[in-house]
């Protein structure tokens, strides 16, 4: 896919953006913002304070009403269950120096005990919990540097929230639970391919599509979920799953947000494409999504038995753990439909 | 609470069971055991195969069926959500040599990368994480120590299944999600208490007054939790919240698990009476639920909002993290209504 | 003890301090910035580049020449050894979130192999174990915040040198091996104590006096331990352990540095008094000793067998662990004789 | 190289056993019992009570007397140090399931304390640390199973002194501290190669004229280095150099261990050959030596640096960090000369 391609494909969802009712301005400004000045991207001028309030610590979980709830659980339909979330093992597609080690100590753990020789295992776990595996990006995971100070979303300055044993801001265990609608847009099926490669950059206009076929609406609160067939490398071919992927761009990121998604999930460690459009900008959606936007992601999803089942709309539940000034989550979401 | 006392409520239980379709002869059968050998306490003779057959490695969550999930869906009413699961923080209540540490390396962990200056933060966790704070019990998590042999769940040889990096079988990736009907039985507001004292041992008639109060019955999948008070020690005073503990006798467990319940949960760290009823038995509820019915716990959770809504029913929500070959589970459990 | 009694005696260090060959001038000036301007302290107006180089990563290391350990091989006559370091293990005094976990994962970690049935264990250690325990503190330990910027040793700016996985620059890699001589100077026999006060501020003259004791002269590259007997609350008294220790003043600090020693001990956690002599300061022997003077610190020393044997001078072996990037070592000390 | 030339040499290596003052007898026994009977291997019938008595939990390191280390202190004739020990870093080769993660936490870990401005930074390691990159093996570390016991060192039974949080017998804390003789045998330089290749088996007779040529006798209570070359892969090709190696074959060990040797130390993960003479037996030297003779092992050692220097006899200095319980330890080895 040549860079040029994207941009049309670009300029094309701009105006599939108004018929849905997202405004062109917004999305220009941003688009002419790109190109005059590169470190207004993807921030621009003024990220903060957030439309939820310049103390808000909850972002887009805000629009997590009780009426979302009813309405997600109205889906409940045949009680069928989907698992979202990948098993959690050592040698799982991991970037850098990040590590995941699970040891049963003892084994058992608990040698033979009282007159009924109770014996018990427990794991030992070390890793980056909330940043291997699947995994949810709370509001503390990413910021941008401006003028030397770390500022995450609603202007938060890491220097002032920032503490080595868990942020005293933002932490993972503010977001609450995300028990909403669920949308999956299957943009792998769309494009006919077993999976579309890494740097392809996914487009507001095949989201449109996506969500047309579906014949629903994003509504607030709703939870999106990307579908791009990259997923089927994990633990089959981890060095291809890390090297790249296939993802949002920026333009579709902003499709997502302007309908005013609580959280963002795909198949892929980073939902958005990597590379992206602009190679000298590092994960944008990133920044657009958290920073600027307090949309979450969830990443290093299985999407395939939820594609194979045609459910496309679905009671979705997931509960981060309330780890103390965590930055994100691990967890096992589930489409309930 | 004298011991003399425990043995008449329990015969109490006795009569009430019957009235509840709990057979008297298996309770018998089980007290007269206890007398005899101690060595057949609490499992018994034959505590395996399970009644899920003799392969089976989910236990109690095979109860977990679509019907089930669809009528706790129908539960939601209001849409409100209470989380059951605490804070993970350093500091919490462990006992033994468990420890729990999270830290955020560098701070942030990735420097400014790209045109567009993002910076990001990981955490960094070690600990025995499906057994510290508010933890899920998983069928390899409790066994018993026969002619040398460490048997669990359906008569699983640790030495067979064991493995040092993870279980090969009965690791908590088998139990699946609990999307079901959850019942609070609210012990400590039953005796007026502000909170139960440790040893205090739970009797079947106890839960069963508490179960006419809701004017509720244990339907088979459902999950109980039994409110004692004892979480309020909860980082107030963790000596004293791990020293002891009220909780259920064996005859109130097996009251439940012929109730044919998934998963039992409350707000002490063993579910059970600290210390029980015969001091030389230790943890025999952990036994009698996990290893012989294959009947799941969740420990040290914050049930006082769940008490203080007023709400006895509620749809249940908890979906473990698939960790390979773990023993249990942390997690922020959900009762939604 | 009074802080008039603090300075009287710190004036007497002064004299002597010129006996020994210490300028007179540099102490005064000290002492002089010291009620002028409390941010001058203990640094100083420049306190870079160290007189080992600009570039210089080991500071007073580099005074471990081949003679030094020549000599200090010569000081072996009876070929006896003392251990200085103690048994690391879960419980021992830690301040802070530090922690420090062993286990034996599998226990067998590795199950029987091959014909000839071998088994093997191994151990998982989580902890900041450069920093717990008996420690080695290198130079990327401590430092001082000026201006916005973190400086250590050799004013490098952490915002440089500083990296998640690892410090770039001042690595404990770096330090190399400490083969020289040892000199113990027991503060604690002087003062006829069991052990010192928590809060004790150790003098010059008392080292002095020590040291004339022993019949020896501090050369430079040797290293000194000082025994306050407060180490003898190791896991006897941890709480008291922890709350405080005496140790060093900044004037006794100064006098071992004049003496250009590479490394001080002490059967503390850190060398010096705590509180010190201005409660607004904290940590100052740290800062003089490793940010200003590259002089390494080993804490949680056990130098009681040491002491009974009347050895005072003796050859002195620690080779710190290669951790990459790491700020201290755990560690072994030994003293030979 | 066949198997029947490693016979030949192997009897070879006898007869030059007798010159050496080594008990043919012992041998023959040995290598008739190899013939005759698997299981009987490398341990044979009875592999203890070990010749330090039966409740002796230190084996070979009882031949690190005073003298010895005397005598080796009287090897430092220039003052120059050789480290032995590598650097410990993220991505070292590593066997198996083990893992190594350094983080800095914070960075800097304590922020801004006191008028002084004190910063200070931790790390935090996870990881095997016995049992990753240099490593010392202790006599908890490798045992047998026979008859379902675990059988350690001096018949220790793993079920008696196995403990989840470190052993109750054989921990490293007893091994004390290595001062003693070192000699290198360069078995790669004796083969003129630039390396070993995987699965070279040394013998007896190549250990012979290795320390021929250095004009040196091994004494009881010496330690001894080979050099293979395979540590020259080490961090340029890390599979090459975890997935075989050049080492002792179990008559060399047995060379070595009748010779009364405390460690045996090689530029290895295994210090053996891998794989072995017989490939149904596995790490065969590793209970020869540590489970049946108490003899140490030190592995994947730098041993370049030595070996260019020339220097064949040196005093080693190793002292394990005393971990209680634990099976091993990281270190940082040095020879002195």
């Known amino acids: 896919m040549t860079s040029g391609k994207v941009t049309r494909i670009n300029l094309r969802s701009l105006v599939l953006g108004t018929v849905l009712g997202v405004s062109i ?7 002419s913002g790109q190109s005059k000045s590169a470190d207004k991207l993807p921030l621009g001028d003024k990220f903060y304070p957030s439309e939820f ?16 709830t009813l309405r997600a659980a109205q889906l409940v339909k045949q009680g069928r269950t989907i698992q979202l979330g990948r ?39 070390s890793g ?6 699947t995994q949810f990006d709370g509001l503390g995971h990413i910021g941008v540097r401006v003028n030397g100070e770390d500022l995450f979303y609603n202007g938060n300055k890491l220097s002032e ?12 265990e503010n977001a609450g639970v995300f028990f909403t609608r669920g949308i999956l847009l299957d943009v792998c099926a769309l494009r006919g391919n077993d999976q579309l490669p890494a740097g392809y950059v996914i487009t507001p206009d095949e989201l449109s ?3 047309e076929m579906t014949k629903l609406k994003i509504e607030p609160g709703d939870v999106v979920f990307i579908r791009t067939g990259h997923g089927k490398l994990w633990m089959k071919d981890n060095k291809a799953y890390g090297d790249g992927e296939p993802g949002l761009g920026l333009a579709a990121a902003k499709f997502l947000t302007d309908h005013k998604v609580a959280l963002i999930g795909a ?4 939902i958005e494409a990597v590379p992206g459009e602009n190679k000298d900008v590092l994960y944008p959606v990133h920044q657009w999504d958290l920073t600027r936007n307090g949309v979450y992601h969830l990443e290093n999803l299985d999407l395939e038995e939820l594609a194979a089942s045609g459910v496309r ?15 994100g989550s691990p967890g096992n979401p589930i489409a309930v439909y």
């Open 53 to 68: 309030g310049a103390d808000d610590q909850r972002g887009a979980a805000n629009r997590l009403t009780p009426e979302k």
């Open 25 to 31: 301005m917004s999305v220009s400004a941003w688009v």
């Open 161 to 172: 929230f920032g503490d080595t044993y868990g942020l005293k801001k933002l932490g993972v």
């Open 209 to 211: 599509t996506c969500l």
């Open 87 to 125: 098993v959690y093992e050592q040698g799982m597609p991991m970037p850098g120096k990040r590590h995941f080690s699970l040891t049963i100590p003892g084994l058992p753990t608990g040698s033979p005990s009282g007159s009924n020789n109770i014996v018990h295992n427990d794991e030992l776990v």
């Open 128 to 133: 980056e919990i909330g940043q291997v595996g």
């Open 267 to 270: 198949d892929t460690w980073a």
């Open 313 to 327: 709309e679905f009671c979705f539940v997931f509960s981060p753990l309330r780890l103390k000034g965590a930055t």
